[in-house]
């Protein structure tokens, strides 16, 4: 069986608050994009056996997408047999889900593999206990996710657009940036619910002028070439540019392909990793 673990943008991110846990109460809003990994799965005697053409990725419980495959098996009593080869294009670390959109597709693609009939929702839970991105990576499409990011509600799909994706050669922790978030000192947020109506209208530019990311402030502190990035999408005509997650990928937001392979012809000069992709949208 083969199938496809698409990357994520967030169109916003805001952090609320601090929850007793540790974890952060956040609201923003994701957006799915046609750049994949390809994951193949086969039926095998026994065990869990895990590669990708990347060597330097872990291939047993250091990855999520083998993690992933372990609870399905755990969850559902099944005896584990799985050979899964994963071919990575998504960028690692970069911002983009790239590893929960593997865990979640390697636990859709078992359940139809072993026809274990688990409902979207079960495997939503599923997916909460891996990651907080999981759920939503379950779910694709345009999606409000609020709680930790668990709780998502399904908007409309945005409308047409072309997204120019570019990682510069660095890495950003998650928990590191998280971790330099002050609430009280948050003194912009995004307009979420603008974008939302932006979304239900069609109205690109109107998405590309409210899109905000609390962290972008932070990652870009720390790594000035994210700001440089930017600035060179916003000068070949994206309607808007942010960094997506926690970095530290930065997407510009074009109305044709034109002015995006322009610029990215541009970035391919500064940073290795950039495309060009559309936005992916639920049938």
């Given at each position: 069986?083969?199938?496809?673990?698409r990357?994520?943008?967030?169109?916003?991110?805001?952090?609320?608050s601090?929850?007793?846990?540790?974890?952060?109460?956040?609201?923003?809003?994701?957006q799915?994009?046609?750049l994949?990994?390809?994951?193949?799965?086969?039926?095998?005697?026994?065990?869990?056996?895990?590669?990708?053409?990347?060597p330097y990725?872990?291939?047993?419980?250091?990855?999520?997408?083998?993690?992933a495959?372990?609870?399905?098996?755990?969850?559902?009593?099944?005896?584990?047999?799985?050979?899964?080869?994963?071919?990575?294009?998504?960028?690692?670390?970069?911002?983009?889900?790239?590893?929960?959109?593997?865990a979640?597709?390697?636990?859709?693609?078992?359940?139809e593999?072993?026809?274990?009939?688990l409902?979207?929702?079960?495997?939503?839970?599923?997916?909460?206990?891996?990651g907080?991105?999981?759920?939503y990576?379950?779910?694709g499409?345009?999606?409000?996710?609020?709680?930790?990011?668990e709780?998502l509600?399904?908007?409309?799909?945005?409308?047409?657009?072309?997204?120019?994706?570019?990682?510069?050669?660095?890495?950003v922790?998650?928990a590191?940036?998280?971790?330099?978030?002050?609430?009280d000192?948050?003194?912009?947020?995004?307009?979420?619910?603008r974008?939302?109506q932006a979304?239900e209208?069609?109205?690109?530019?109107?998405?590309?002028?409210?899109m905000?990311?609390?962290?972008?402030?932070?990652?870009?502190?720390?790594?000035?070439?994210?700001k440089?990035?930017?600035?060179i999408?916003?000068?070949?005509?994206?309607?808007?540019?942010m960094?997506?997650?926690?970095g530290?990928?930065?997407?510009?937001?074009?109305?044709?392909?034109?002015?995006?392979?322009?610029?990215?012809?541009?970035?391919?000069l500064?940073?290795?990793?950039?495309?060009?992709?559309?936005?992916?949208?639920?049938n």
């Amino acid at each position: 069986m083969e199938i496809k673990a698409r990357a994520k943008i967030n169109l916003t991110l805001d952090v609320l608050s601090k929850r007793a846990d540790g974890y952060h109460e956040v609201e923003m809003i994701m957006q799915m994009v046609d750049l994949y990994d390809t994951i193949q799965l086969e039926k095998a005697e026994s065990g869990i056996t895990l590669s990708t053409n990347l060597p330097y990725l872990p291939n047993d419980s250091g990855n999520i997408a083998y993690k992933a495959a372990q609870l399905f098996f755990e969850k559902t009593g099944i005896m584990p047999g799985v050979s899964i080869h994963i071919q990575k294009q998504i960028p690692v670390a970069a911002g983009l889900a790239g590893g929960s959109s593997n865990a979640a597709a390697i636990l859709i693609a078992l359940n139809e593999l072993y026809e274990a009939s688990l409902t979207t929702q079960q495997l939503k839970e599923m997916g909460k206990t891996l990651g907080a991105d999981v759920p939503y990576c379950i779910v694709g499409g345009t999606a409000l996710a609020q709680g930790i990011g668990e709780r998502l509600t399904i908007l409309d799909n945005a409308p047409s657009m072309f997204v120019l994706l570019a990682k510069p050669p660095i890495s950003v922790s998650t928990a590191w940036a998280y971790g330099q978030v002050n609430v009280d000192e948050i003194t912009v947020h995004p307009d979420t619910n603008r974008v939302i109506q932006a979304i239900e209208q069609g109205n690109l530019k109107e998405i590309a002028n409210n899109m905000y990311n609390i962290l972008e402030p932070i990652t870009a502190k720390r790594h000035p070439i994210i700001k440089r990035i930017k600035q060179i999408m916003l000068d070949g005509g994206a309607l808007g540019a942010m960094m997506s997650g926690s970095g530290p990928t930065v997407f510009g937001l074009y109305q044709n392909a034109y002015d995006a392979e322009q610029a990215k012809d541009k970035l391919a000069l500064l940073v290795k990793d950039v495309f060009v992709v559309s936005q992916y949208a639920l049938n």
